[in-house]
């Protein structure tokens, strides 16, 4: 077993009796080909629970100074992550997402760019763009009740229907623009169908 399936294993049992983690929507993922997810970010408890629980192998962009941690950057490196320099250039970790999808993997993306617990950071368009250049459909998913985890309160992850820009052509900027919003008005709406824990 690989080290990932071992994580997934902890992760999962860890959600379902600490969190009683719920899932909904598990089966719109596609089971195979290039494929973006992107997800709501409220807690540091959110990659793992979505990496636990989505049917897929997810890599992730993390940010650069986690793999300078002792242990901790190893771990997320065996772990599918790889670095994204928040301040600097992000040309490297967009070349290698575009490298993942190509393999017909799946990739993690937070479109917030980081936690947003008010949920008002302005996303940013790289999900739109790795699906351009990738052509690969994005499904969209949100975490409820990773904020309050330290308290216990039941978590739910639900995923829903994948979007795709037109792979027939090249998307202009109010393309990109749109399908960003597009992404982050469905993960909102999921959040919004399951019910908030108390």
Known sequence: MSFYACAKVVVHAAGRVLW?????????VPASGPL?????????LDPPILGGFCPRKIHYMAKRELFGIPLFG???????????????????????????LRAGETVGIFPEGGRNPSGEAQARSGVALLASIAQAPVVPAAIVGSAAAMRLAPIHVVFGEPLQL?????????????????????????????????
């Open 20 to 28: 009683r983690v719920r899932v909904y929507g598990s089966e719109r």
């Open 36 to 44: 973006i997810i992107a997800c709501n970010h409220v807690s540091l």
């Open 74 to 100: 190893p771990m997320i490196r065996a772990l599918g992550a790889y670095p994204v320099d928040r301040e600097g250039s992000a040309t490297g970790a967009i070349r290698r997402s575009i490298e993942v």
């Open 166 to 198: 037109d792979a027939n052509k090249r998307a202009t900027r109010d393309e990109l623009t749109n399908f960003t919003r597009s992404v982050m008005a469905e993960i909102r709406a999921l959040a919004s169908s399951v019910a908030r824990p108390a």
